[in-house]
C-alpha cells in the first residue's frame, strides 16, 4: 500500500506542477482528488506496514502538498469560491 500511495503522490505532484502553469488552473479540479485519495492510500499503508514506511510517508507528504498548494491555487486564480 506505501509504494501504490507513493506512486499516486508522485502522479499528483506532476499534475500539480501541470496545474500551476496559467490558463491550466483548472486541472486542480481533477488533482485534488486524485491527491486525496492518495494520501489515503498512504496512510493505510503508514498504519499497517511495519518494516518500511518510508514510501508511505513520502506519499503522505507528496500528496498533502498537492492538495494544500492545489487549493489554494483554486482560491487565488477565483476557481473555488
Request: charged share 5%.
Amino acid at each position: 500500500m506505501g509504494i501504490v500511495g507513493l506512486v499516486f503522490g508522485i502522479i499528483s505532484i506532476v499534475g500539480f506542477f501541470i496545474g500551476l502553469i496559467p490558463f491550466l488552473g483548472w486541472f486542480n479540479w481533477f488533482n485534488i482528488p486524485l491527491a486525496f485519495v492518495g494520501l489515503v492510500i498512504s496512510i493505510i499503508g503508514a498504519a499497517t506496514n511495519d518494516n518500511s514506511k518510508g514510501p508511505a510517508i513520502t506519499g503522505i507528504v507528496l500528496c498533502a502538498i498537492a492538495i494544500f498548494v492545489g487549493a489554494l491555487r483554486l482560491m487565488l486564480g477565483g476557481g473555488l469560491l
